[in-house]
């Protein structure tokens, strides 16, 4: 049997949510409970001595931060239990909202029903280097920008800490407030598909500028999640001024956003309930090739 290619890691917080993925090319991933304990099922992944913040909110980060030291494989993926990106749009009946698809029944265990699979991940891969969710065009929520979409949602103050960061790592490249007062489309969600070499490219970038932006802000509640919202405008940021003008081969793949069933207390909480399965996926059948974020 040939070795594996790739390795999708797949963020969970410290409450396990069934079914956990039990299959390559998926590891369930989650950070260790405050107490240093390691919840059952998971190969669990603490932030320390990583992270420049407490990250217990927003788990992609703490995942990638250990993604980029322990990563074996050719291609490596970034998912969320409720986010992860399909080689091809799935049949199924259509949903209220446009683009989206209801596939009843989605488990992280036959991922081979939905092109989840890793031959099928692979395959999509052919020819592009890194690979995100078509980006989002925030003018279809009625902002006139990335800056002005963010700066209505979160504190501005972290962006202009961000763009201080970006500048004294970059001075030669544009500005992150030029840049992100010009576009309108990025890529959300902080999931991806790439070649391994690129993370270590990718995190020399994001974690010093992460690092000054918010360590002596005190945020709570949704904003606490801070870090993850200033990364996926990062994430654009990179691949249009350091990915792409070095010869990265970027493209977009259908992203798969799962309702997946949540413990009672947590449905309480975001309201949130057992359903079926709802794949929002985005415009194309098959990986679109160097759009620009």
Known sequence: MSAPRLTVYVAYHSTPVAPLPERPPYLAVCNVRPDGSRPPGFTAYDDEGGLPHSNAAYNELSVLHRLQERADTELVGLSHYRRTLLARRPTGRRGEQPGTVHVSGWDWRSPERWAGDEASLVAAMDGLDWATARPFDVRRAGYRSLWEHFSGNHPEELLRRAGVAVSAQHPELESLGDY??????????????????????????????????????????????????????????????????????????????????????????????PAQVSLALLRGSRAVRNERP
Do not use: K
């Open 180 to 273: 992100l007062r010009r576009e309108t489309t990025t890529p959300l969600y902080n999931v991806f598909l790439g070649r391994r070499e690129l993370l270590h490219r990718y995190g020399a970038f994001l974690w010093p500028v992460l690092a000054a932006c918010g360590s002596d802000l005190e945020l709570a509640g949704y904003q606490s999640r801070w870090a993850g919202f200033v990364a996926e405008r990062l994430h654009g940021y990179w691949l249009a001024h350091l990915a792409r003008p070095a010869g990265v081969r970027v493209g977009a793949l259908p992203l798969g956003l799962l309702d997946v069933a949540l413990p009672p207390r947590r449905q309480r909480l975001t309201g949130i309930v």
